[in-house]
Nanobody, 120 residues
């Protein structure tokens, strides 16, 4: 079984910063890529940023220049450094991973989500 556990969410004022972490655990052979998505109330889940095992990154236009995704392959961990936060960044942030796990093959996994609230 595979688990993704996020941490680091919370309440912050506009202009502030937060750092999210997501750790993958279980019988994992390899991780293809990991990413962060978010879902605000009444809205669909949307891409925030992704990173491949080779370090290639991709960002949503709304966060480019403010958010930075990074990863530690050895620790099976992905981070999201969020700076210059805006009230519209308020959402539940979800980590996901495409990975190869024992008896599962290549599969997509999601974390349980962590709340980020930005006050104006």
């Amino acid at each position: 079984q595979v688990q993704l556990v996020e941490s680091g969410g919370g309440l912050v004022q506009a202009g502030g910063s937060l750092r999210l972490s997501c750790v993958a655990s279980g019988s994992i052979f390899s991780i293809n890529h990991m990413g962060w998505y978010r879902q605000a109330p009444g809205k669909q889940r949307e891409l925030v940023a992704t990173i491949t095992s080779g370090g290639s990154t991709n960002y949503a236009g709304s966060v480019k220049g403010r958010f930075t995704i990074s990863g530690d392959n050895a620790k099976k961990t992905v981070y999201l450094q969020m700076n210059s936060l805006k009230p519209e960044d308020t959402a539940v942030y979800y980590c996901n991973a495409v990975l190869t796990a024992k008896a599962m093959g290549v599969s997509l996994w999601w974390g349980q989500g962590t709340q980020v609230t930005v006050s104006s």
